[in-house]
């Protein structure tokens, strides 16, 4: 069953292009951030992660850039594939402190 | 390692009952965080447990209880249910700042 809301922001990209998904954190004394991704029916995957002492890391066909002055946080993914599709979180938090704050999450779609 | 299992994956239940989650984290993992997720209010904190008590609690009423064994699998329990308490309850295990998710239990209240 769905897992994710109904009217959220879209982002449709063609197979094997890249994707920028973008997120907007609310607390500026955020000192830990992760991306996750939420498939249908599923929960919330960890893709990757980023301290405030960073403004950028990279996985495997991943990479978050962080952006401290205009809080703002980014999920680059190259070459997407269709097991991309997916709903987006960002998510902020304190090291230490127990309790995650998420974005709205974006709808990722892969068109063929 | 076996990754964060939750039970039930879903329940309907009616208004007015009680209902009780029940969340196993990864193997080691000592801290067990709940959010509920729903379409309007998206991702949100519940509580969070850490041998055994209770560190953080988000803003829910006092209907949403918790608990931790000395195992660390967690249960949570939310009393009188409204139809607004259907959604998606996550459990998540900590390691480290990281908390890796469960699949979840879909809820419906009728």
């Known amino acids: 069953g769905e897992s994710v809301g109904l009217h959220l922001p879209t982002l449709s990209v063609q197979e094997g292009d890249n994707s920028i998904i973008n997120c907007a954190y609310s607390?500026?004394?955020?000192?830990?951030f992760i991306w996750y991704k939420q498939e249908s029916g599923k929960g919330p995957q960890f893709i990757i992660d980023?301290?405030?002492?960073?403004d950028k890391r990279q996985g495997q066909r991943v990479t978050v850039l962080l952006n401290k002055t205009v809080k703002h946080l980014s999920l680059q993914i190259a070459a997407t594939q269709p097991g991309d599709s997916a709903v987006y979180f960002c998510a902020e938090t304190l090291q230490g402190a127990q309790k995650l704050v998420f974005g709205q999450g974006t709808r990722l779609t892969i068109n063929p | 390692k076996a990754g964060v299992t939750q039970t039930p994956r879903y329940l309907i239940k009616t208004r007015g009952q009680q209902v009780t989650l029940s969340c196993s984290p990864i193997s080691g993992h000592r801290s067990v965080s709940w959010y509920q997720q729903t379409p309007g209010q998206g991702l949100q904190f519940l509580f969070e447990?850490?041998?055994?008590?209770?560190?953080n609690k988000g803003n829910f009423p006092g209907r949403f209880s918790g608990r931790q064994f000395s195992n660390s699998r967690s249960e949570m329990n939310v009393s009188t249910l409204e139809l607004g308490d259907s959604a998606l309850y996550l459990c998540a295990s900590r390691a480290a700042d990281t908390q890796y998710f469960g699949p979840g239990t879909r809820l419906t209240v009728l």
């Open positions: 607390n500026s004394a955020s000192d830990y």
């Open positions: 447990y850490f041998s055994e008590t209770q560190r």
């Open positions: 980023i301290r405030s002492n960073m």
